[in-house]
């Protein structure tokens, strides 16, 4: 098997100021004496390795130097022929502050080694059980595969391993870090030092020097993305510490002298040792070099594919947001033309990606020209209502182009009416013209006359079914009115109806449109931005705090409030001017691609 991959090599003298906290469960250092003679039995496990010393909780600047990331050179596994996800491999660093280790009394002839492994979990990664619990288990994994490797060390020669570290014995102490982070953390790693802006899995950084006579071996950090280390473990068919098994030895090889980058000598050493090391130990899974090897042979690749919709790396994948912080605490989102696609529709990809933002503690806030009961109509055929829902009659919500605003528990907290005198005028032009129009009041949907473009804003829009109200004195009086929507054709709407009524309202209504074959008359004034921002008002939230997704020139203000504003790309020139992302169309689940690229 050829050697696929060249080394990289580069002077790297800036630490990587990263900003660091201990396992929130796992907060500890395993400090672990053993006897390099002995072997480690399920006894001796409970004895030694739960044996702990205290560390800080977090680390700052002042304590940098005691775990920064700094590195004079890579070994990366990049580049070359295969296209699968691959690690970046070793930074030899250079020197950093020493901290003096307390000399223990010998308990036997042997001379013993102590084993000083802190597990660390990289401050964005939120709270996650499972992450958590498997910090705790690496505090004792972890040693045990130290103690093997070094015992490999010690009884077997070598053809290609850097031999820097050549007694492993000769040491009073060792000290590994291990720093469970997410993607964004180690592609911020790759690009700082490599150049190279994509995240990789593995990722083993040497602390050793040579030349200088110390009791303590400082053998380095190793960082691992639980995010890439979960979708592989998904597609190699093993849970997530198996996965995370295989990258910690991994990372520890390297950090031991291998190097299968060199030739295909070396990587065949290497590979080798990563089985027997897994296989000593009892892990599941093949040694990472074979797992890549075999994805290269089957022709699987773990970066995204053109075919996936032609998205690029950045953005994340269906269940990984639960390794990311959330950048926003809500979303504000449109619904024609946004959040349904062109069927009226919410999509199941959608529909999963509100989903999951929702249960990562991001709020979903609809703001659209529809009724309330129009909106839970759409998402209650997405299972997506109710308790544990996107919307309820107790969420708020942005209604009717803002003059129907609920804040918390659903209260209605601002509603502004259409003048009447408006209203009359477009209610004879309707029966006159024989052009359908539509009163909107509050949950309610009024008409003059039966037509089939009436029905479909129920049959397709979701909205209540209108009411025929027979004249205009009797509509009028039936209840106040928000706002007027006038349906015909798109070519209609564009040469007709909208000049007309732009004219014939002004100064006292607005004409917009969310969709070509409506034209929206409302109050002066007031737009669905107005509304977002009373409701921000209301909750409390600063606009800072918002991802905004619109399509339609209603959405303009509300994209250009928004911290950020994402326009569609089958939206209006007009919206897509002020966004500041323009992402995919309604019809390609634009709402779930930005979600999983910009809201964590």
Request: hydrophobic share 40%; with cysteine.
């Amino acid at each position: 098997m050829p050697s696929r991959f060249s080394p990289l090599l580069r002077n790297l003298h800036s630490p990587f100021a990263s900003s660091v906290r201990m396992a929130r469960a796992a907060q500890r250092a395993a400090v672990v004496p053993l006897n390099l003679t002995s072997t480690i039995t399920s006894s001796s496990r409970t004895a030694s390795y739960l044996g702990v010393v205290s560390h800080a909780n977090g680390l700052d600047a002042s304590s940098a130097s005691k775990f920064s990331l700094f590195g004079r050179r890579f070994h990366a596994l990049c580049g070359g022929e295969r296209e699968v996800l691959k690690p970046l491999r070793k930074i030899c660093a250079s020197q950093r502050d020493y901290r003096k280790v307390r000399r223990r009394a010998a308990k036997s002839k042997e001379k013993e080694l102590e084993l000083n492994v802190s597990i660390c979990i990289e401050e964005d990664l939120p709270d996650d059980p499972e992450i958590l619990s498997i910090a705790e288990i690496l505090r004792l994994n972890v040693p045990m595969a130290m103690k093997l490797a070094f015992e490999g060390l010690k009884d077997s020669k070598y053809k290609t391993r850097d031999t820097a570290i050549k007694d492993v014995g000769g040491f009073e102490s060792v000290e590994i870090s291990l720093l469970l982070c997410n993607d964004e953390f180690i592609r911020k790693l790759n690009k700082e030092w490599r150049d190279e802006d994509h995240a990789t899995d593995v990722l083993s950084m040497s602390q050793h020097i040579p030349d200088l006579k110390l009791p303590i071996l400082m053998l380095g950090d190793i960082v691992i993305s639980v995010e890439t280390a979960a979708r592989q473990a998904e597609e190699r068919g093993h849970t997530l510490i198996d996965e995370i098994r295989i990258l910690m030895v991994h990372g520890l090889l390297h950090l031991l002298g291998f190097d299968h980058e060199i030739s295909e000598e070396a990587e065949v050493e290497m590979e080798k040792e990563e089985e027997h090391l897994l296989k000593s130990l009892g892990w599941k899974g093949k040694g990472l070099i074979q797992s890549a090897y075999d994805a290269e042979t089957n022709g699987n690749s773990y970066e995204e594919k053109a075919s996936d919709g032609e998205l690029s790396k950045d953005r994340k994948k269906e269940g990984s947001l639960r390794f990311y912080k959330p950048k926003f605490r809500y979303i504000f989102c449109d619904m024609d033309g946004t959040l349904l696609n062109s069927k009226s529709q919410i999509s199941s990809t959608t529909a999963k990606a509100l989903k999951e933002a929702s249960s990562r503690g991001v709020k979903v806030v609809i703001a659209t020209g529809k009724t309330r009961p129009a909106v839970i109509s759409a998402f209650k055929m997405v299972d997506l209502t109710g308790n544990g829902g996107i919307v309820s009659e107790v969420s708020p919500g942005v209604f009717l182009q803002g003059l129907l605003v609920y804040g918390r528990q659903g209260q209605e907290i601002n509603r502004t009416n259409l003048d009447l005198n408006v209203c009359r005028e477009a209610c004879i032009y309707s029966w006159e013209n024989k052009v359908p129009l539509i009163a909107f009041s509050k949950d309610r949907c009024l008409t003059l006359f039966d037509h089939p473009v009436v029905d479909s804003l129920h049959t397709i829009y979701h909205e209540p079914k209108a009411e025929i109200i027979p004249s205009v004195d009797q509509l009028l009086a039936t209840a106040d009115v928000q706002k007027l929507i006038f349906v015909d054709t798109a070519e209609g709407v564009a040469t007709s109806l909208r000049p007309y009524w732009s004219e014939a309202t002004k100064g006292r209504a607005n004409c917009v449109q969310a969709v070509p074959d409506m034209l929206e008359i409302v109050p002066p004034g007031t737009s669905k931005g107005s509304g977002v921002k009373l409701l921000l008002d209301h909750l409390q939230i600063s606009p800072k705090e918002i991802m905004a997704i619109g399509d339609g020139e209603n959405d303009v203000e509300m994209l250009e409030l928004a911290s950020l504003g994402i326009a569609l790309s089958n939206g209006s020139e007009k919206t897509k001017g002020v966004a500041d992302v323009i992402g995919a169309s309604n019809d390609e689940d634009g709402v779930a691609d930005a979600i999983y690229r910009y809201a964590f």
